[in-house]
């Protein structure tokens, strides 16, 4: 399932300007990458993909920060305590199915959230979040193992 479907470059670009950050070569290329991509990819395939160095996974990191702080990237945390990324539409909210075997990742149209704000508030916080990832393996890996 293609995460970029919906999302334009332009729009990134937009995006990127009105939080203050520049679009420079190495945003780009990042982009491009994660725009191609059919799936969420992990920062060293990333790098390894934009053609970046092993020493410019700082780098890499440091530019997925400002994306996912200009709210065009999502980060998805894996069990291992690794992590996964993906373009977003700003202020989209839905959970990922991910395959612990082959990491597919498939979007669960279904948010259990409103509960856990709902008790968060009653504990007097204020601007809750929430992250919820589904674990799983999917079909295909557990035909391929028998
Ligand atoms: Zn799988
Ligand atoms: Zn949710």
């Not at 479907?5 to 939080?19: F, H, V, Y």
């Not at 070569?25 to 969420?40: G, I, T, W, Y």
């Amino acid at each position: 399932m293609a995460s970029a479907d919906t999302t334009e470059l332009s729009d990134i670009l937009e995006r990127l300007k009105q939080c203050g950050l520049r679009m420079t070569r190495n945003r780009q290329k990042l982009v491009e990458v994660l725009m191609e991509s059919d799936r969420p990819l992990s920062a060293d395939e990333l790098r390894q993909e934009a053609g970046f160095s092993s020493t410019d996974l700082v780098t890499v990191y440091r530019n997925l920060e400002a994306f996912q702080s200009a709210g065009i990237l999502q980060r998805i945390p894996l069990e291992n305590g690794s992590q996964l990324f993906e373009l977003t539409d700003l202020g989209d909210h839905y959970h990922h199915l991910i395959c612990r075997e082959c990491h597919k990742t498939e979007r669960l149209e279904v948010c259990l959230g409103e509960q856990l704000s709902e008790k968060a508030k009653t504990l007097g916080y204020s601007k809750i979040a929430h992250v919820l990832e589904v674990y799983g393996i999917c079909r295909q890996c557990s035909t391929a193992t028998g």
